[in-house]
């Protein structure tokens, strides 16, 4: 997590960060400065059980005055 806001006093102290599987959340972090804003989601399964592979992509939740902006792993 970058955030581009010239270090604003008013930053929320974390955000909450959704995995989705083919379009569907299966998983939630919440994510904070103690952890440097950084965030793992592990074992994820590759294929369904018909052999199709998965979608994954990462969405944050709604953070009020602030715009997401998904850029590689960051």
């Keep these: 997590k ?16 959704d995995l989705l599987q083919n379009g569907q959340v299966v998983d939630t972090k919440e994510v904070t400065a103690e952890t440097n804003w950084k ?14 592979a998965y979608k994954y992509e990462v969405k944050e939740q709604v953070v009020e005055g602030y715009k997401s902006k998904v850029k590689g792993y960051d």
């Design 39 to 52: 965030y793992t989601f592990e074992k994820l399964q590759a294929y369904d059980a018909e052999g199709k």
């Design 2 to 17: 970058t955030w581009n806001d010239n270090n604003a006093t008013d930053r929320p102290s974390s955000i909450k960060v």
